[in-house]
C-alpha cells in the first residue's frame, strides 16, 4: 500500500506560479513512475506530466514550457512546479504512482489539491 498526499494548490491569478508536492508513504526509488493529472469540472481527468524512476520527463502539450515535474528521492516526493498559470489551468491535480507489487503493476492515487487560476 501506498499513501499519496498533495498540497500546494491554491487560488492565484494568471501569470501566477504555484509548486504541487506530493509525499508518498514509503520510498519512490523503486517505483516504475510517478505521474500528476488534472480534472476540470465537466471534463475527463487528463495527464499533465509524468516523471519515471530514470528521471525521464513527458508533459501534456498545453503545458510544454511552463510546468516542470520533478523528484526528491530523499524526501519520497515529487513536485510539479507551474508557471505561468491560465485559468485553463484551473482544475484538481492528482497525483499518482506505479510499481509492480509482488508481480503485479500496481496504481495509488491522492486525493487531490485544488488549482484556481483567475483572470
Known amino acids: 500500500q501506498v499513501q499519496l498526499v498533495e498540497s500546494g494548490g491554491g487560488l492565484v491569478q494568471a501569470g501566477g506560479s504555484l509548486r504541487l508536492s506530493c509525499a508518498a508513504s514509503r520510498s519512490i526509488f523503486s517505483f516504475n513512475a510517478m505521474g500528476w493529472y488534472r480534472q476540470a469540472p465537466g471534463k475527463q481527468r487528463e495527464l499533465v506530466a509524468t516523471i519515471t524512476s530514470g528521471s525521464r520527463t513527458d508533459y501534456v502539450d498545453s503545458v510544454k514550457g511552463r510546468f516542470t515535474i520533478s523528484r526528491d528521492d530523499a524526501k519520497n516526493t515529487v513536485y510539479l512546479q507551474m508557471n505561468s498559470l491560465k485559468p485553463d489551468d484551473t482544475a484538481v491535480y492528482y497525483c499518482?504512482?506505479?510499481?509492480?507489487?509482488?508481480?503485479?503493476?500496481?496504481?495509488?492515487w491522492g486525493q487531490g489539491t485544488q488549482v484556481t487560476v483567475s483572470s
Open positions: 499518482n504512482c506505479r510499481l509492480v507489487e509482488l508481480g503485479f503493476p500496481s496504481v495509488y
